[in-house]
């Protein structure tokens, strides 16, 4: 094969790599996405599953908890992944919001529970930016990471600051939250800027 056929054929060999490449990796993120999507419906159903308990009134009323904070701090990370590796940027946002939800109606439950069984509920809500905007936000996140690790009974909730949703803006509302990031709610009480782990250890546990 010679002349202008030899670097049509290339070109056509090269597009066909390509094609086939972009054919898989569509596949293989469609499959994970998918996979996500299920896990999220999942700690939905259990959540809802809680509140209707406690809704009920039944004996084993002060029994209800979530359980799910652990599986919702998972989530959050493979979500996480999800907005950089996923084409459909629309959504991994809408994904992004449910979880967003969920994890309201997790904190509200753990809420109830405590205050009319008369239980201990110790949270932490965490607002974050974008890493690039604010790159203390990234530290705090490995500070929450390692607390996590030593208080596991303390619930810790992640918020994105600037997620388009109603939702966020009534927590940033109530809690007085400000666009100096990170911001911390922790048992009620919000704290502005970056905070150490021996700073949120004493926090914690006053």
């Given amino acids: 094969m010679k002349g202008p056929l030899k670097y049509i054929a290339v070109f056509f060999i090269t597009c066909a790599i390509f094609a086939i490449a972009w054919f898989t990796s569509s596949q293989l993120n469609a499959r994970k996405f998918a996979k996500l999507k299920a896990e999220q419906e999942k700690i939905s159903i259990g959540i809802l599953s809680s509140e209707t308990q406690f809704d009920l009134r039944t004996d084993n009323t002060c029994d209800t908890q979530s359980v799910f904070?652990?599986?919702?701090?998972?989530?959050?990370?493979?979500?996480?992944?999800?907005?950089?590796?996923?084409?459909?940027?629309?959504?991994?946002?809408?994904?992004?919001?449910?979880?967003?939800?969920?994890?309201?109606?997790?904190?509200?439950?753990?809420?109830?529970?405590?205050?009319?069984?008369?239980?201990?509920?110790?949270?932490?809500l965490y607002f974050y930016g974008t890493s690039v905007g604010c790159t203390d936000c990234v530290k705090q996140g490995y500070v929450l990471d390692a607390l996590r690790q030593t208080y596991p009974d303390v619930r810790i909730y992640a918020f994105d600051y600037n997620l388009d949703l109603d939702t966020i803006r009534a927590l940033r509302s109530i809690y007085g939250i400000k666009d100096t990031l990170p911001a911390l709610v922790i048992n009620g009480t919000t704290y502005s800027g970056y905070r150490s782990l021996s700073d949120l250890d004493s926090l914690v546990t006053k």
């Avoid at 992944?81 to 939800?101: G, H, I, M, P, R």
């Avoid at 994890?103 to 239980?119: F, I, P, T, W």
Wanted: charge should be positive.
């Fill in 69 to 124: 904070s652990q599986d919702l701090a998972t989530l959050a990370q493979k979500i996480s992944f999800a907005e950089t590796n996923v084409a459909s940027v629309q959504d991994v946002v809408t994904l992004k919001k449910q979880y967003t939800l969920l994890q309201v109606r997790d904190y509200l439950l753990g809420k109830r529970v405590a205050e009319e069984c008369k239980k201990p509920f110790r949270s932490i």
